[in-house]
């Protein structure tokens, strides 16, 4: 069974500064894919970036963007330029590409961001 | 108009009682799911459906059972709920697999007193 592991539990980052989570996750599989969810205080999940194991180019979504290493099974998310509204929690997360694997998103634990103005 | 829509936003209720959380989505997408996050904030899968068929029952309990009259719903139906049961259950969907992401819903705070 795939893992996820996010090893900082909270992190804080100066407004305006750039802040790195971290996320190894543990899998056999070849093919799969890679997401950063956010979850605010409102609770709603929002989708950060997602990443193809196939591609070799980091994903980039404006301020944020990812270090995702295959080898290393890492799969880090580096948010610049960090805003107030950047506050929240943030959980990485897999999907197998295998169907026989079901549909599912196997999550971390998260990280809790604060944002220092 | 909200892509995936669940009731109530939150349930506070007796040990023992049944309780029920519906959900539904008007993104036409064929996959629903039924995640739980627990007071440690963990999120974990519960039930997938696809075009109303049960994909994933991630081992719970037999007292958890979801309904899918139809591809747009999928309610969540909880039988003698213990104190353990307290969480936010989300309801998401999907256009399937890859990486299309999940749409979730704002999440049902449920607390079994």
């Known amino acids: 069974a795939q893992t996820v592991t996010q090893s900082q539990p909270e992190m804080s980052v100066q407004e305006a500064e750039t802040v790195t989570l971290s996320c190894t996750y543990d899998?056999?599989?070849?093919?799969?894919?890679l997401f950063w969810y956010k979850q605010p205080p409102s609770r709603q999940m929002i989708l950060v970036i997602r990443q193809e194991a196939y591609k070799q180019q980091n994903a980039t979504e404006n301020r944020f963007s990812v270090n995702f290493q295959k080898a290393a099974k890492s799969f880090s998310l580096k948010i610049s330029d960090s805003q107030l509204g950047d506050a929240a929690m943030y959980f990485c997360?897999?999907?197998?590409?295998?169907?026989?694997?079901?549909?599912?998103?196997?999550f971390g634990t998260g990280t809790r961001l604060a944002v220092r103005p | 108009d909200t892509a995936v829509s669940q009731t109530p936003k939150y349930l506070v209720t007796q040990m023992g009682n049944d309780k029920s959380i519906k959900c539904e989505q008007n993104?036409?997408?064929?996959?629903m799911y039924w995640y739980k996050q627990d007071s440690k904030k963990f999120l974990k899968i519960m039930f997938s459906?696809?075009?109303?068929?049960?994909?994933i029952n991630e081992t719970v309990p037999n007292r958890f059972s979801p309904k899918s009259p139809d591809k747009a719903h999928l309610n969540l139906h909880i039988n003698s709920l213990e104190l353990g049961d307290s969480a936010v259950y989300f309801c998401?969907?999907?256009?399937?697999?890859?990486?299309?992401?999940?749409?979730f819903g704002s999440g049902t705070q449920l607390s079994v007193l």
């Open positions: 993104l036409g997408h064929d996959t």
């Open positions: 459906y696809n075009n109303k068929e049960l994909i």
């Open positions: 899998t056999s599989e070849s093919d799969y894919y």
């Open positions: 997360a897999y999907r197998s590409a295998r169907k026989s694997s079901g549909d599912k998103l196997t």
């Open positions: 998401a969907s999907s256009t399937g697999w890859g990486n299309e992401k999940l749409f």
